[in-house]
């Protein structure tokens, strides 16, 4: 079974997946690259993902308040949150070309 013959809500899951995993290594290598420029592009590739942090930031407030602010926790509170929006967005997508 393809990519292609995938339901739509599988795909939209797997694109925010790969995108959540993308996040995680540019954020954690931000810290090692030395050139601005390249610092600032990569930064601008994460504003998905930290636009949907701004968008639930009560309940992210209260989550790392019960974690003590980890980082981590952060990321995966905000990695399923982005695969959750996808997979909606896919199930959207499919249930329009059904019709």
């Given at each position: 079974?393809?990519?292609?013959?995938?339901?739509?809500?599988?795909?939209?899951?797997?694109?925010?997946?790969?995108?959540?995993?993308?996040s995680?290594?540019?954020?954690?290598s931000?810290?090692?690259?030395?050139?601005?420029?390249?610092?600032?592009i990569?930064?601008?590739?994460?504003?998905?993902?930290?636009?949907?942090?701004?968008?639930?930031?009560?309940?992210?407030?209260?989550?790392?308040?019960?974690?003590?602010?980890?980082?981590?926790?952060?990321?995966?509170?905000?990695?399923?949150?982005?695969?959750?929006?996808?997979?909606?967005?896919?199930?959207?997508?499919?249930?329009?070309?059904?019709?």
């Amino acid at each position: 079974m393809g990519w292609k013959n995938w339901p739509a809500w599988l795909k939209g899951g797997v694109i925010g997946l790969i995108y959540s995993v993308y996040s995680l290594i540019i954020f954690y290598s931000l810290q090692y690259i030395g050139n601005n420029l390249i610092k600032i592009i990569l930064s601008i590739t994460l504003l998905p993902f930290y636009s949907v942090g701004a968008l639930f930031e009560l309940p992210m407030s209260f989550v790392l308040a019960l974690t003590g602010g980890s980082s981590l926790m952060f990321y995966t509170f905000d990695s399923i949150l982005i695969i959750l929006i996808c997979i909606i967005i896919g199930w959207i997508v499919g249930r329009v070309k059904k019709k």
